[in-house]
């Protein structure tokens, strides 16, 4: 049944890619709890020091990005801001992990597909979905000086309903030239 009902099949496939993403953050930890106590310390370090270089490279391309529109960003240790902004905070929940595994899970869960033809699927949809993390943190910094007020609403609801619509665009094109692909 399961493998004639490809929605259902997606569907679950998104649930347990979704579960077992909520499981490594409660075995590797909140950014806010102290790395000694969480379950595995030594694995939560170097969890930490990856969201740390993430953050650094990612505010840095914002910053980059922003010059190019004509703003002057000044970036610092997680935090990008135009003129003098408070500027945008990069935690760890805003490097887009999360997104990038649900995605990879996705792409890994579907059957029938040769694992190189995975591979390009993957490297152009993280690429893809960093790109959109950019152009988020960007516009969040605009927003900041613009008009604040639509900050918060942009950050929590906006930007991840776009990000998770760009995903499921990725995972279709991919079936659909997979589908192709296979009838040839």
């Known amino acids: 049944m399961l493998s004639s009902n490809k929605p259902l ?16 953050m409660w075995v590797l930890g909140e950014q806010s709890t102290p790395i000694d106590e969480r379950i595995f310390p030594a694995l939560s370090y170097y969890w930490e020091m990856l969201n740390a270089f993430m953050a650094d490279v990612l505010v840095q391309l914002t910053s980059r990005f922003l010059e190019l529109l004509g703003y002057s960003a000044t970036p610092t240790i997680r935090n990008i801001a135009i003129l003098d902004s408070s500027g945008v905070g990069v935690g760890n929940y805003c490097l887009g992990m999360e997104m990038m595994y649900l995605y990879l899970s ?37 927003l900041v000086v613009q008009n604040s007020a639509w900050t918060d609403f942009n950050h929590y609801f906006t930007f991840r309903l776009v990000v998770f619509i760009i995903i499921l665009l990725l995972y279709k094109a991919m079936l659909s030239m997979f589908r192709k692909l296979n009838e040839k």
Do not use: C, D
């Open 9 to 24: 099949r997606f569907v679950i496939h998104l649930a347990l890619a979704y579960i077992s993403w909520r499981i490594l």
């Open 106 to 142: 996705l792409i890994i869960l579907t059957p029938s597909v040769s694992l190189a033809r995975k591979l390009v699927f993957i490297v152009g949809g993280l690429l893809l979905i960093q790109f959109v993390n950019i152009v988020r943190m960007s516009v969040l910094a605009v």
